[in-house]
């Protein structure tokens, strides 16, 4: 199979779950923008755009595409305009 490597996705720098100012989300090694996602976010404005550049930073880094899961709960108040101004500058495999 095409792109799958022999080592284990959760022996890889940085591949697990991750909480940072408030925020918590999963890398899970894979590229696919599917797989990899935040889940929590805090309802402070100064600490939610805190923690969705530092996620965003981390994927970046890491070059894989991740997606907000929004909608399940109260979501913080002004957290789309938030990710909105947050929006990758380009698009990562996956």
Do not use: I
């Not at 080592?7 to 599917?34: K, Q, Y």
């Not at 979501?75 to 947050?86: C, D, I, S």
């Amino acid at each position: 199979m095409r792109g799958v490597s022999a080592r284990p996705a959760r022996s890889l720098p940085g591949v697990g779950p991750h909480e940072d100012a408030g925020v918590a989300w999963v890398d899970s090694g894979l590229l696919d923008g599917t797989f990899n996602f935040v889940y929590r976010a805090p309802s402070d404005a100064d600490a939610l755009a805190a923690g969705v550049a530092g996620v965003r930073e981390h994927f970046e880094r890491r070059r894989v595409a991740f997606h907000w899961c929004v909608g399940l709960r109260v979501e913080p108040a002004g957290l789309v305009g938030v990710l909105t101004r947050f929006r990758p500058a380009r698009a990562f495999p996956g």
